[in-house]
């Protein structure tokens, strides 16, 4: 087993990303936070994503079915059961193969830090909850940067992608850290808030209030802010895939925290 066969395992598996990074790119990262502390014995970081597809935030974009189909098919359903399948599928070939590698969901890690556990199991290790920032996973092994926004962006699908990760013990070879930068602070993402980023947990346009499962984080792709951004990259011709018609045909609609159109109630 080597990178080539796990990637190309992972992408049979349904896999539309697949990146790698020694462990050792963790250095200097929170104990919380570092993968080390779930798998003393992992080697390596493989990080896979699945994309969101775009029809379901072109339903968002036109408000013909707010949050409905990208809910679903963008986060839950994409993240609990495909991305999820993908993501046993590759552990179980991996077993085969005779290796251990332990799954974790792409889940906000602050947030997570927010929900201790339990005690450190002896003295000198950290407390649970330890979660390994996805963001900065997916960044080591490869596959993008974190936007202005806050959102994971890729060259691929831009802010349409959901992640999942592996701690193998396994030595693969490692993918580069991209350093060509997508977010070019254009500043669309904030321009394109209706209200104010403070107020995303209270926010009425496409902004996804995830649960006490997902640590109660606030899901911002499908939201005004998110969706400008993916109107800005593919705008700027930055995105690999591309589309017939544009992202962006019409002005975006807005809502204040009552949920009215905030041009109606001007
Ligand atoms: S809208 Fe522009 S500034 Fe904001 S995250 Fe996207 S690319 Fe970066
Ligand atoms: S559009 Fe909504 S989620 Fe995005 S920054 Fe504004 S309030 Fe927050």
């Not at 599928?89 to 906000?108: N, S, T």
């Not at 947030?111 to 339990?118: D, I, K, W």
């Not at 006490?212 to 802010?225: L, Y």
Request: glycine share 10%; with cysteine.
């Amino acid at each position: 087993m080597d990178a080539v066969k796990v990637k190309e395992a992972a992408r049979r598996f349904g896999a539309d990303l697949v990146g790698i990074a020694p462990l050792s790119r963790f250095d200097g990262v929170a104990p919380e936070n570092d993968p080390r502390n779930i798998f003393p014995q992992g080697k390596s970081m493989i990080v896979i994503g699945r994309r969101i597809p775009r029809g379901v935030l072109r339903s968002m974009e036109n408000a013909s079915a707010v949050n409905g189909f990208y809910s679903e098919f963008g986060l839950f359903m994409l993240e609990d059961q495909f991305l999820a399948k993908t993501t046993y599928d590759l552990v179980i070939w991996m077993e085969a193969q005779g290796y251990e590698a332990v799954p974790m969901f792409g889940y906000d890690a602050d947030a997570a830090a927010g929900f201790p556990l339990g005690a450190p199991v002896e003295n000198g290790k950290p407390a649970p909850n330890v979660y390994v920032n996805w963001q900065l996973a997916a960044h080591l092994c490869g596959l993008g940067e974190t936007g202005k926004n806050g959102l994971f962006i890729t060259p691929e699908f831009g802010t349409l992608q959901r992640i999942a990760m592996l701690i193998t013990d396994k030595e693969l070879e490692a993918d580069e850290v991209r350093t060509r930068n997508v977010c070019n602070d254009c500043n669309a993402c904030k321009d394109g808030c209706p209200l104010e980023d403070t107020l995303c947990s209270r926010c009425t346009n496409g902004a996804v209030q995830t649960g006490f499962g997902r640590f109660n984080s606030v899901d911002k792709i499908a939201a005004a802010c998110g969706r400008a951004c993916l109107a800005s990259l593919e705008a700027r011709g930055l995105l690999t895939s591309k589309f017939s018609t544009p992202f962006r045909t019409d002005k975006p609609w807005k809502r204040d925290l009552l949920n009215r159109n905030i041009e109606e109630v001007k």
